[in-house]
């Protein structure tokens, strides 16, 4: 049953642009321990007593694959790979970790601590790389709102400002699914009803409330803003930290919106999508304008990478498969989120070939797309210049 | 960990009968590009611009297997594929695809765009193999409601109209899951339910209306009916095309039905399945009258079948599984829908006896099961003649 | 892409104990062939007439693995299985096949038909184990409830008993799945609350109703009190018997309840999970007081229990994932629990550090965590007495 056609090799990625679709800025000061184990969980508390978030997929992959890079051999301790890191500068760390990952162009996400990150020109600078900005809807309405003089201002101050933000980013966010989850109304809201939310809003900001925006006419306002833009729109999908109500992150859930924003010209980019990236595959196989990815997952489950890569490529169009780290903060994460994609996509592709089902031109075409053309597509990067590029400022 | 124990070689299925038990007729018509493409997805629309259905895990499968049928090497292109198709009659290219399935009896769904395609005669005859029907109850409706002059006539002419078709058909299909979603109220609806029900309905046809059955009372009295005929009854699951809202289509939402029709005498057969085949093989663990296949699913997943078979092989009886390619319109569909499935089911087999874990005769009578035993039993197909056979009528 | 490090051998279980965290006691009587079946399955009706309940994951795995433990040749037919296994006493096939499974020690739920099998005690002597006891909240109630002699001592009386009890059992179990759905009201029900539904219960058992405990009031109740009590909490959850509603038990659905929890000291045991085991590892990733296994699936999913292990440590934390058999009955229970679940965790940590992820610290470390460490942590096992040893009243 198999095959002796000849496999891939880590070559075959050479050649090849790798383009970052979503992620958010590194931090840059030193790190100890607590802090950096925080950054590596998706739980917002410590572990239990006695015990470390090292020992987990992501720490054993912390281990194997970050600390070569820091001068260390693989499957050295965590208490080892700490020490030497704090014996380099982060930004020395930074610029190792980003420069081994190999990523050629950055779609960052600005909306979240952006204070604590570096900014797109300083990722780009780190990296060696490319950058452009994505803008969070919810954080762009937050950042409006104390500003508005009358709620009535809403709708068009909101709308300029995201076109505004758009001259230069090349998308948007929406994490609707934290906020609201997916069964949000799927239908375009009234005027009447953004003016309405809009003035409950201003009141409570101006009674003093943090400008947090959890309402769903102004969130689904947002999001439908974007598609009259006819943008890129990322939608947080499936896994992530405890504020979500997992079972209403199910992508399946969007199958109404999707319907109804099909001809607008938007496209939607489905992140993470763990434990539903089959079915994220199945609306991307359905509609034309749906793309996904497995970033953030790929991280977590570290040695289980090439399964859920494999998973998700079984009804996602090869047109439609995107690449993200969803990194944020470390710079393991972008290291890993890159290597254990290209490992694990090659893993897989050459498995496909051993069997005897593939031949090695169409998983290097399938590599081809999914590292860089697909994003090119859903993003219209071709039309668009580089926002920051690395050293365009220093 | 490994075993030398000797592994099954495709022979394993020579001496097998293989039934597909639920499959629609093939088109046999020249096609152009575009209408091949639209024939290859679940989706309703073009792929994005710049792009083809080719290339997915199915249009890689189609260039590597059935390219070798019409003469061109493994993994020819997709034009060099169509260019070649078009060479030959459409009656040749079916005649060379069907045979090389192997299929011995199909099981037709008739009530799907029964025009376009060949009846189960022409199938017979196409295949060198035999062929029954299976009755669409929803287009037994549409086609039975224009005729009706009362609605009061309604309920017993169904009943009657049913009893004629099984006479020579085999079994019933449904489709609630795209007209109602899984979750439809599981009782059986009253009397004067049905009878206001069906007036509502043929008002709208005698006001002009397209005889489209999408009202739940109606197709619940359908499924009903089946009951009562303790038929084989067969329920669309899982994926299917954008019409489908796919989080409703989950078989765990049958439960309660599924309960009310344990001592009913029918059994039911869950389609397809995926992505929930791991929860229709719990249905078929827990219920006594439940069988499910994971078709449809072999086809688009191409080189990631043998994990699907895998994954419906966990729990489900091994006197519950099912063989059916839900081919329709291309004859490659049939071709892979079954060589996918035996390539597949053979290698998971062989892992397990390879691990140690099986030995060959457990195997062997596994593939008698899913082959044929099972389809032979769920539809009682020993007490019924076989409708259709190739050469009968030509 | 594979390394040349040296992997486990099974050896590696040598030095490490082995707890099953939920089990139930063995039946110790000789068993008719439909007895043994109805055993073997999670459904409450008999196979299909002409199918038997050995063709089955399940029952490939007795033949295979329990039939040399009864002097017979791997993969030997089920009817020699049985037949020789009848030759046996049934304390001695018990004796056998609970030795051969390697457990050091059992925490026994004894909620369930306790006067049909053997007792801690019974199970220890057997075993040559220690073992201790589970308390099921909805039996302790049920057991409670005939006593009273008002309703407004229900509450009162339901925490002394429950206190009296955990004097020497180290937990207790839920089957609020079963009897509520796991979407029930996450809120702790008020005192007036609690009182209403005790008199409404004890009303109907005056009235001669069996003592069922299916009030979603009093089942909360149970629950919260096990709360107060800073309890280890088994949860029922995923699939299990007909009566379910398979898909209310997602374990997603205690999210709230979770968030409600987390502080309170309790610890809360995911059982089983199949097929929502990786949203129950999501949760142990985010939730510090939430552990998890795949305990009952690995018994029926067979030559299928490496993927399944392996799917739930992609985001369960190394220190939250726990073992169980699950096992109630049948002694090839015990032994295929411990032995597949052995097999299959060695098999997974194997192909990780073949493929060059991991090392063999970092399997060996997981090893000793799985199958001791955490169930120490989890039921604070180090600061209670064993309960039961063998031999300790024989």
């Known amino acids: 049953m198999h095959s002796d056609a000849p496999l891939l090799t880590p070559s075959a990625f050479e050649s090849v642009q790798l383009i970052d679709h979503h992620c958010h800025g590194v931090v840059e000061h030193q790190l100890a321990r607590p802090e950096f184990e925080s950054m590596m969980t998706e739980s917002n508390w410590d572990a239990p007593a006695g015990t470390t ?11 194997r694959w970050c600390a070569p890079l820091l001068d260390l051999d693989p499957h050295v301790s965590a208490e080892r790979y700490l020490e030497r890191r704090a014996e380099l500068a982060p930004s020395e760390v930074n610029a190792r970790l980003l420069r081994g990952a ?3 162009r950055y779609l960052i996400e600005t909306g979240y601590r952006g204070d604590d990150i570096l900014s797109p020109q300083g990722m780009a600078d780190r990296a060696g790389a490319t950058a452009d900005a994505v803008v969070r809807l919810e954080r762009l309405a937050e950042q409006l709102a104390p500003q508005l003089q009358s709620a009535t201002d809403y709708a068009e101050s909101f709308r300029a400002q995201l076109r505004t933000e758009l001259t230069t980013a090349v998308g948007v966010k929406t994490i609707a699914a934290y906020r609201l989850g997916l069964d949000f109304n ?7 009803e953004v003016a309405a939310a809009a003035a409950g ?7 003093g409330a943090e400008p947090r ?26 896994f992530g ?4 109500d997992l079972h ?8 109404e919106w999707l319907r109804l924003t099909r001809e607008s010209g938007a496209r939607v980019l489905l992140l993470h999508c763990y ?10 196989h359905a509609f034309p304008h749906v793309y996904c990815d497995v970033g953030l997952a790929i991280n977590y489950v570290g040695a289980r990478a090439p399964q859920i890569i494999a998973e998700s490529l079984e009804l996602t169009p090869f047109d439609k498969a995107l690449f993200s780290s969803d990194a944020f903060g470390l710079a393991e994460l972008y290291l890993l989120g890159a290597h254990l994609f290209r490992r694990g996509l090659l893993r897989v592709i050459n498995e496909w070939i051993g069997a005897g089902e593939w031949d090695a031109a169409t998983g290097e075409a399938l590599i081809r797309k999914i590292c860089a053309d697909n994003a090119v597509r859903a993003y219209q990067l071709d039309e668009r210049p580089r926002f920051v590029m690395a050293g365009a400022t220093s």
Chains 1, 2, 3 share one sequence.
Do not use: K, M
């Open 241 to 244: 930290d405890p504020d979500v």
């Open 213 to 238: 925006l959890d309402d769903a006419v102004l969130i689904r306002f947002g999001i439908w803003c974007a598609v009259d833009e006819q943008q890129a729109i990322q939608f947080h999908i499936g």
């Open 53 to 63: 978030v090292f020992d987990s997929q992501l720490g054993t992959a912390i281990r």
């Open 248 to 255: 209403r992150c199910d992508p399946l859930l969007l199958t």
């Open 186 to 192: 799927p239908v375009r809201p009234t005027d009447a």
């Open 275 to 284: 434990p539903f990236h089959r079915n994220a595959g199945y609306l991307a």
């Open 102 to 104: 190999g990523i050629d």
């Open 201 to 207: 809003w201003l009141r409570e900001i101006e009674g």
